[in-house]
DNA sequence: CTTTTTTGTCACAGAATTGTAACCATTCGT
DNA sequence: ACGAATGGTTACAATTCTGTGACAAAAAAG
């Protein structure tokens, strides 16, 4: 996946470079701007996935921001989370007059903040990730957490129902010991590949009558049947 | 237990789908079609407690489709949400003519709609059985807030009643302690991830002999059974 | 203000999970 | 047929996770 930008608009130097660390730290990219005007300018060139936008802004204010970015074809999908004070009039923020994403109160925590933005991407992106796989007699509910072989429920660990998530997502393709270690370990894990056999090893034995979905793909790694 | 039904009815599958997921989410039941004729079939049929309508539509358009609704007494109670372009005549769609019950303009957020939904079905749901969940011996009342296990009344602070009411409204999905914690303490909690452990231990206690519909999922949080 | 209730955090023990290494079994090229 | 790779199996120590009880701070009730 790509990075995804965030643009924040606030004029208080403090909070904005609070705001820019922890987006980055997050592993966002970020764009910084103070002003209202400044803003639109920079959302309609550079197409940030969203928009931190203070209400309370020099000059153009956030609010006729907001409803700018709204009317504008090109940034009118861009989620905008704003910041405004307490007892501001979130209805209208929200509702369609303003049409924020949703907004955070002032003061906030930048975890909060975080949340937010976090929230709004997942909302926005338009590829909800498929819930239910299925391969042979194995069907995997990745919302439920839970995997059947036939009408038999099977219990596995966290390991095991991602390591079995992640061959089914990726069903008929054979998927090498590294990839699978960098999808279900995640990239920072250190340690030998051959803990993905132990682990398919365990998946197989739980699977049952299932285990045959699982092919072992000699010299590359492990594929599922289809 | 009253599931409330959402009734979707919209051609782009994307935007169907993305719906569709939403609704699930926050604990809808969810009914599609991409066909105007085919959505008044189902309203009648299933009675969905609100119908979401795009206004283009390939065949019979949104309008008809709303004004038919209208015009049979089966379904002229049931709430339609419109998804409508930009510009288009909404005092008209709103008004008596056609009879929306609210309408969202797209590009829209799945936040968006899904407000708009609530509020519907808050304005239009006189039936306070609509606040009512249940799973195995367990019955919750958010609107009287009170809970039962088999006929015995149960009473718990209120976070406790907010967790097991967030537990049955995903009823069946997993619900990591992070997505718990946002949902029941707000996004700006900034605790510890095992508080919830420790509340899920006082909820247990005082369920009993319903307790059993709790089920920990390692690695991951809770789920109701079902 | 005092008492009671509720709530969040912590420490700890038991249990489940996991990564590794060592050892077989199988496959493949020669 | 043979040796070298490669994958399967097993056992085990180390780690991680959850349930529990205790406790102090915070909130609510009196």
Redesign the interface.
């Known amino acids: 996946m790509t990075v995804q930008t965030i643009l924040l608009v606030e004029d208080e130097k403090d909070i904005r470079e609070l705001l820019a660390l922890t987006c980055k730290r997050e592993g966002f990219a970020v764009l910084e701007t103070e002003n209202g005007a400044k803003a639109l300018t920079l959302a309609r060139e550079k197409k940030p996935d969203a928009i931190v936008l203070d209400l309370m802004l020099p000059g153009l204010d956030g609010l006729s921001v907001c409803k700018a970015l709204q009317r504008d074809p090109d940034t009118?999908?861009i989620?905008v989370i704003m910041l405004t004070a307490r007892g501001e009039e979130i209805d209208r923020i929200?509702g369609?007059e303003v049409g924020a994403?949703?907004y955070?109160v002032k003061p906030?925590?930048t975890?909060?903040v975080m949340?937010?933005i976090k929230?709004?991407l997942k909302?926005?992106s338009?590829v909800?990730e498929q819930?239910a796989l299925a391969s042979g007699a194995i069907r995997l509910d990745a919302?439920?957490?839970v995997v059947f072989v036939g009408d038999e429920e099977v219990l596995l660990?966290?390991?095991e129902f991602r390591l079995l998530e992640d061959l089914l997502r990726h069903a008929g393709q054979v998927r090498s010991r590294e990839q699978v270690l960098d999808a279900v370990w995640g990239y920072s894990f250190e340690g030998y590949a051959r803990t993905v056999d132990t682990h398919i090893r365990r998946l197989r034995a739980k699977l049952g009558p299932g285990a045959d979905v699982i092919e072992t793909v000699r010299g590359i790694g492990y594929r599922i049947k289809g």
């Open positions: 009118a999908a989620p929200v369609f994403s949703d955070v906030f925590s975890r909060e949340l937010r929230s709004v909302r926005t338009l909800p819930t919302l439920r957490h660990t966290v390991t």
